[in-house]
């Protein structure tokens, strides 16, 4: 039996190229190094692979599989890089060592996922995979992970994203993006891009950039709270709204200042100007409005 464990980014150790794979998968690979990984007393073994797949074959589809996280970030040219940090921990290295060995990054067209992940016997106590990949702008991206992170910073492009019982964080993204979280959290900060967000047993927090939004922001958080950080002087319209029983806590001016709607049913204010960019809301979850 596995034990979930928490994502974290690895150091490199060579693994030889998989057999049968539709694009090459080469040693070189981004900096694992950024990112730790301890399996409590046990052996731990890590390994690296890398590939590339090129903007023209489609939207990229990223399946880190169980346990696995996704990691993006902007890159530049015509194609995106990935690597595959990957680590598992064992009663001896030699045991995680052979777990590792199993584990292959396999790139078909534009679809990236993992071999050999469930093949792994009870003496290896957790595993785990990342993905990094650095996208150019205009990107197309369709990522999903079970049990494990996704986090995206200064892209822009066309985003679907995908988590079950693992958190989604997004800062200055822009574009058109699409987030499902389940279970889990979702952070969004930036001031940009046309965001559909939402939550189903995991909260929301919103940390709004600038003075405006450009573009437009829905999120909806179910049994889950929502936070909301907004500066000062924000000038876009913001509407916040929750079930009458959610409990609230506003601590800007604009709490004051702002149009209330209280009754029987719902709870909602809004702020700043017309017409409302960013729109939020919470079911069976409480509300904090603070100045960020």
């Known amino acids: 039996m596995f034990r979930t464990a928490a994502l974290a980014g690895l150091m490199a150790l060579?693994?030889?190229?998989?057999?049968?794979?539709?694009?090459?998968?080469?040693?070189?690979?981004?900096?694992?190094?950024?990112?730790?990984?301890?399996?409590g007393d046990y052996e731990v073994a890590r390994a690296v692979q890398h590939g590339t797949?090129?903007?023209?074959?489609?939207?990229?589809?990223?399946?880190?599989?169980?346990?696995?996280?996704?990691?993006?970030?902007?890159?530049?040219?015509?194609?995106?890089?990935?690597?595959?940090?990957?680590?598992?921990?064992?009663?001896?290295?030699?045991?995680?060592?052979?777990?590792?060995?199993?584990?292959?990054?396999?790139?078909?067209?534009?679809?990236?996922h993992l071999t050999g992940t469930a093949d792994?016997?009870?003496?290896?106590?957790?595993?785990?995979?990342?993905?990094?990949?650095t996208a150019p702008d205009g990107a197309h991206i369709d990522a999903e992970t079970t049990n494990g992170p996704i986090s995206v910073s200064g892209v822009s492009g066309t985003l679907a994203l995908r988590a079950s019982n693992g958190p989604i964080a997004m800062e200055d993204v822009n574009g058109d993006v699409r987030a499902r979280a389940s279970n889990g959290p979702i952070?969004?900060?930036?001031?940009?891009?046309?965001?559909?967000?939402?939550?189903?047993?995991?909260?929301?927090?919103?940390?709004?950039?600038?003075?405006?939004?450009?573009?437009?922001?829905?999120?909806?958080?179910?049994?889950?709270?929502?936070?909301?950080?907004v500066p000062a002087d924000y000038q876009s319209g913001v509407e916040i709204s929750s079930a009458y029983h959610s409990p609230w806590s506003c601590r800007v001016a604009a709490c004051q200042s702002g149009t209330k709607d209280w009754d029987e049913r719902s709870r909602s204010l809004r702020i700043g100007g017309d017409p409302i960019a960013v729109r939020l809301s919470t079911v069976?979850?409480?509300?904090?409005?603070?100045?960020r």
């Open 14 to 39: 060579a693994l030889g190229p998989a057999p049968n794979q539709s694009r090459r998968i080469s040693l070189e690979a981004a900096d694992c190094s950024r990112i730790n990984m301890m399996f």
């Open 187 to 229: 952070t969004v900060e930036g001031s940009r891009g046309r965001f559909d967000i939402e939550t189903a047993n995991g909260p929301i927090d919103v940390r709004l950039d600038g003075r405006r939004w450009d573009g437009r922001l829905d999120a909806r958080a179910a049994n889950g709270p929502l936070t909301v950080s």
């Open 284 to 291: 069976n979850g409480p509300v904090t409005v603070r100045e």
């Open 120 to 133: 792994s016997t009870s003496r290896i106590h957790s595993w785990s995979v990342q993905l990094i990949v």
């Open 53 to 112: 797949v090129p903007v023209s074959a489609g939207t990229l589809e990223l399946r880190p599989e169980f346990n696995g996280g996704v990691k993006i970030e902007r890159g530049s040219g015509n194609a995106y890089d990935i690597t595959a940090c990957i680590g598992a921990g064992g009663r001896t290295l030699a045991e995680a060592q052979a777990a590792v060995d199993n584990v292959k990054l396999v790139i078909d067209g534009s679809r990236v």
